[in-house]
């Protein structure tokens, strides 16, 4: 089944312990996007990445870091988390946007991160 | 920079009701245009998108939307809602590889 996926679903930490959010698709897509989704301000991007080691900043990107080592897989790290990270985070991924008129991004279920 | 807004934040409608959903953008340039939908409790899905050609698009479960360039609009539309389409609904824009998401629009129909 294609799919994007992201662990953990759900994350309570306290402020300034390093964490990790995973995200990984099976649908060999080469954009890749991190996204928070916050009440009235809807989602914003994070960082986004084109390709395996191509990484770019999204609207939103202090605090956070990406890497992009392999195609599949596209973690979000948070150093030093603040609750004003506190969130619901989403992965996305797609062909090539802007290519073939395509760019329907596929979206995980979310990570509600609250940081205390 | 791009922005995407959405002026409804809440809609109630009752089932059988028509749908319009504002959204505008900012950039001039070729653009291409999503709505996207949240159904409670689940993740986004893609609705419609816009890249060129005829500006009235049509999507699934009867949903359609008309780009006009000269508005800067791509708004969302649905004859008659159902219950069914309670969710929240969020217009994107794609430009220079970035997304630009509106704030959505809760659409609440009652039975």
Known sequence: EAQVTQNPRYLITVTGKKLTVTCSQNMNHEYMSWYRQDPGLGLRQIYYSMNVEVTDKGDVPEGYKVSRKEKRNFPLILESPSPNQTSLYFCASSLPPGLAGSAEQFFGPGTRLTVL | ?111
């Open chain 2, 1 to 111: 920079a791009q922005s995407v807004s959405q002026h409804n934040h809440h809609v109630i409608l009752s089932e059988a009701a028509s749908l319009e959903l504002g959204c505008n953008y900012s950039y001039g340039g070729t653009v291409n245009l999503f709505w996207y939908v949240q159904y409670p409790g689940q993740h986004l899905q893609l609705l419609l998108k816009y890249f060129s050609g005829d500006p009235l698009v049509k999507g699934i479960k009867g949903f359609e939307a008309e780009f006009i360039k000269s508005k800067f609009s791509f708004n969302l539309r649905k004859p008659s809602v159902q219950w069914s389409d309670t969710a929240e609904y969020f217009c994107a824009l794609y430009n220079f590889n970035k997304f630009y998401f509106g704030s959505g629009t809760k659409l609440n129909v009652k039975p």
